[in-house]
């Protein structure tokens, strides 16, 4: 079998633009790069069938002279598969668009977040980490924490504080740590 | 015509997409779609049963030619035991699914949550498209079908990702989609290649036509398909989509997405890797992945705060011992990671529809939010112990056992890097069990009061004691308020008891998890056989092509 030297030249520039399409934030400029991948995956296809020849179609012509069906019939389902997945991602773009009014891909906010944890070196949650923490590092991380419950969580301490006097020794704690909210 | 087995064999994909049509038609009525749905995936449950049963009892794989046409012009289908075994735990955890969603959407009908519930018709035609899409790709038995059936799976899990579209799904659902998309690309193009090379897509035909490549070709062809099955069974360096996208989705989705997707990915590595290039060509590079895989995603989980996430990267670190049990390509290897699939399909979708009966009841899945589950939950508590326990491998639970027919195998194997990837799988086990217990003594065990009984040392008790109740505080609602009168302003109060529909299914599942445990003898008969079939290649080769490959 000889490939068409214009047609592998033209998947590769086809696969080139898509994954240089692919790289961009914008949800429309992927896209199209996907569409072209899959363009050039279909010529890909039509490579693998061999040298063109007349329609496979029994009685009109020579079997010796047709064309392998089997990749046109392959390149049909994925042609018909990329259109339904092309719309819902162009649904997909809209709805983004309606939301945000950007069709941006934006991060993901929790991976961000533990991310800045571990600059913050605050990666263990441990108990033990949370007694050498001055007072205001620990009011800052509450407000963080809290989702904007800091009054909540004061009246709570509150509570809990009263409860943890006959215990003795908690009290300073517990009461350390509404002070450090109530702030 | 008499009966033969053979007619069971297209029968999961058709019968759960005929399920679908029907569910679409009569998407109105809310009761007769849920019938349908349960009736069906029932039905595919007992067809896969017999499959399972028959391919075993048979001793050989089971072939069937769509429409007639024979070998490699037609659509070959073919179930083996491997298949077999795929197709029941799927239908198994996939009934569950739907059965919790039924309880979830019950449960919720007069609150606007929705959450994969009764007010969305299109909930369960596309929970059938996406049972048909990942049973047609098991009994797939040609590369393009496998490619059809991967494509009708994505379709349907596109669709359930962004179930509602909100701004977080549709961000979510995103990169999933795209990522998705390139996978498949990647894969197509292999297909491609492969036919430019050999001239037939048929898995039994190329099994020996491949033999007859340059090395250098099979080995490009061999990687272009790994690579894209790597990326949908969220394999090491292609992994980072997954915690990305799976745990904004509701949870019955993410529940079953965790169970089988990814899996469907694995199964796909077995089967070309076993059937297609068999040798030992690749497995030094497949036990980096592997190790990489494992640590990788576990020291990630160590890292999370929510439960969903957490989950989701302990279920990228598990499909390393899967990696792990392919890599080695031996029968031993095989069969453990075999028995591995099977039982880590289930219990990741136990844990994760867990996870959303947590959500449910503590209004939150974020480990700075939850506390004191075990007082308010104990049934809900007994549920995520048994699952979590059985993923880290606790003995006397079905992880353990896989874990140890890995190890096993490994040291059968005996070269250095089988020896490190046992080191690995065992530090990995270690820090499943650290992840576990960090979500069970803040999530459950975080009560100010059985805090202080437990920990004898009195120095960070106080500040444990303290911290609870000043950040378990917030709009959500506190699960611990529940059971004292004097804060009950903060409870949402129609969550303190969970609904009978959404534990039956959990626990349901969590019984299967145990199940899997005790008919781990003859699992691991099953799977000693499917491995041996696998090995062989000529059971499979000779149950489609009968007369010899042409």
Known sequence: ?183 | MTWTPEFLVPLPVVLALVGAGITIAVGRHTRTQRTVSVVTLALVLTVSLALLISVDTVGHPLAVQVGGWPAPDGITLVVDRLSALMLVVSATVTLGVLLYSIGQGRASADSDEGDGGAPLPIFHPTMLVLSAGVSNAFIAGDLFNLYVGFEVLLAASFVLLTLGGTAERIRAGVSYVVVSLIASLIFLSAVAMIYAATGTVNLAQLATRLDDLPDSTTLVLQLMLLLGFCVKAAVFPLSGWLPDSYPTAPAPVTAVFAGLLTKVGVYSIIRTQTLLFPGDRLTDLLLWAALATMLVGILGAVAQDDIKRMLSFTLISHIGYMLFGIALSSAAGLSAAIFYVAHHITIQTTLFLVAGLIERRGGSTSLSQLGGLVKVAPVLSILFFIPAMNLAGIPPFSGFLGKVGLMQAGAEDGGWLPYTLIAGSVLTSLLTLYAISRVWGRAFWRDPAAQLRADPSQGHVIEAAARPVSRVGGPIGNPEAATDGSREGHVEVDTAHLPLGMMVPAAALVTVGMAITIIAGPLFGVTDRAAGELRERTPYVEAVFPDGVP
């Open chain 1, 1 to 183: 079998m000889t490939p068409n030297i214009v047609l592998c030249l033209l998947v590769g520039v086809l696969f080139a633009c898509g994954v240089y399409l692919l790289l961009a934030r914008s949800l429309s400029r992927s896209l199209l790069g996907i569409l072209l991948l899959t363009n050039g995956v279909s010529i890909l296809f039509l490579i693998a069938s061999g040298p063109a020849g007349r329609a496979p179609i029994i009685g009109v012509n020579a079997p010796e002279e047709m064309s392998d069906p089997l990749p046109q019939a392959m390149v049909l389902t994925a042609i018909v598969i990329t259109l339904g997945l092309t719309a819902f991602i162009l649904a997909m773009a809209h709805r983004s668009w309606q939301l945000a009014r950007s069709d941006n891909v934006e991060d993901d906010l929790e991976d961000v977040r533990i991310a800045q944890r571990a600059v913050d070196n605050d990666m263990s949650d441990s108990e033990f980490r949370k007694r050498d923490r001055t007072d205001g590092d620990g009011a800052v991380r509450n407000g963080a924490d809290g989702d904007g419950a800091d009054g909540d969580g004061a009246v709570r301490d509150g509570a809990v504080g009263d409860g943890a006097v006959h215990d003795g020794e908690p009290v300073a704690a517990t009461h350390t740590r509404s002070e450090e909210v109530d702030r």
